[in-house]
T-cell receptor, first 111, second 118 residues
Framework: EDQVTQSPEALRLQEGESSSLNCSYT??????LFWYRQDPGKGPEFLFT???AGEEKEKERLKATLTKKESFLHITAPKPEDSATYLC????????????FGRGTQLTVWP | DTGVSQNPRHKITKRGQNVTFRCDPI?????LYWYRQTLGQGPEFLTY????????KSRLLSDRFSAERPKGSFSTLEIQRTEQGDSAMYLC????????????????FGPGTRLTVL
């Protein structure tokens, strides 16, 4: 079965302190790796889709990268408004539509 | 707002009661998904519709759970004889088929329905 493991479970950063979140995955025939942001009590908000090793995507202070076994979400000079839970999910070739999610990394950025 | 909408946003019920949730997808999205999320966990897949056809179901979807999408637009998720273990956030997502160079479609989530079973 497809699996996703995220680390760390929680991360506290001072404003401006850059860091990375990790997503390790096991999937048969990767058809997409997704990053979402989730604020408390809300649904996940789409950030990025990555398809193949070596691919990178950026949006404001966030940059997502992909290798054959893991993905990283790099956060450069974070601000308090970046505080949220970041979820990683994969879609494999053996399923029609389902995404397999990790448990997420809870990021707190303090001023 | 043209995003995915879900109603109600919150539901409190007593054990043994039946509850029904509604999801309205983004217009022109023909694919619809239900997930369940408990505290500290990522969303877990429940079921998937393409138009009105239910194409995939998780083993999590016990016989007390049923989902429908009668006209290929909105969907309902019903839980019969609720149990305390059903307390969770129920999320709906929608997507349209991947086009061009993309390999897979992106699922866009609604705000969720928070269910509390007393």
């Amino acid at each position: 079965e497809d699996q996703v493991t995220q680390s760390p479970e929680a991360l506290r950063l001072q404003e401006g302190e850059s860091s990375s979140l990790n997503c390790s995955y096991t999937v048969s025939g990767l058809r997409g790796l997704f990053w979402y942001r989730q604020d408390p009590g809300k649904g996940p908000e789409f950030l990025f889709t990555l398809y193949s090793a070596g691919e990178e995507k950026e949006k404001e202070r966030l940059k997502a990268t992909l290798t054959k076994k893991e993905s990283f979400l790099h956060i450069t000079a974070p601000k308090p408004e970046d505080s949220a839970t970041y979820l990683c999910a994969v879609r494999g070739g053996s399923t029609l539509g389902r995404l397999y999610f990790g448990r997420g990394t809870q990021l707190t950025v303090w001023p | 707002d043209t995003g995915v909408s879900q109603n109600p946003r919150h539901k409190i019920t007593k054990r043994g009661q039946n509850v029904t949730f509604r999801c309205d997808p983004i217009s022109e999205h023909n694919r619809l998904y239900w997930y369940r999320q408990t505290l500290g966990q990522g969303p877990e897949f429940l079921t998937y519709f393409q138009n009105e056809a239910q194409l995939e179901k998780s083993r999590l979807l016990s016989d007390r759970f049923s989902a429908e999408r009668p006209k290929g637009s909105f969907s309902t998720l019903e839980i019969q004889r609720t149990e305390q273990g059903d307390s969770a956030m129920y999320l709906c997502a929608s997507s349209s088929p991947a086009q061009g160079a993309t390999l897979t479609d992106t699922q866009y989530f609604g705000p969720g329905t928070r269910l509390t079973v007393l």
